[in-house]
């Protein structure tokens, strides 16, 4: 599975920004996909997932703001992020959680980053 990952930028507080993430290879066997975001100095967190059990999860820091969705035809991932703060700048990165459909092991892919940075 390979992910490419793009839209980050520069923004002022307050603005929005759209990220997403092209996911090619073997992509049946994709059962978990979205965005994952790590600040400088802090550990890398989820942000917006869409999860293996068929739902969709979001960090507390960013329900209400940023949205995850999909587009099955394109094999794209979307993160749409309004009412952006300064504490949400970071590189994000795409993730894709794929699930070996022989041996049922699980393993974690990630695009390569795109840096986010809001502006105070």
């Known amino acids: 599975v390979q992910l490419q990952a793009s839209g980050g930028g520069l923004v002022q507080a307050g603005g929005s920004l759209r990220l997403s993430c092209a996911a090619s290879?073997?992509?049946?066997?994709?059962?978990?996909l979205g965005w994952f975001r790590q600040a400088p100095g802090k550990q890398r967190e989820l942000v917006a997932q869409?999860?293996?059990?068929?739902?969709?999860a979001y960090a507390d820091s960013v329900k209400g703001r940023f949205t995850i969705s999909r587009d099955n035809a394109k094999n794209t991932v979307y993160l749409q992020m309004n009412s952006l703060k300064p504490e949400d700048t970071a590189v994000y990165f795409c993730n894709a959680g794929v699930r070996n459909p022989n041996t049922l092991l699980f393993n974690n892919y990630w695009g390569q980053g795109t840096q986010v940075t809001v502006s105070s």
């Open positions: 290879g073997s992509l049946f066997s994709i059962v978990a």
């Open positions: 869409f999860t293996e059990g068929g739902s969709t």
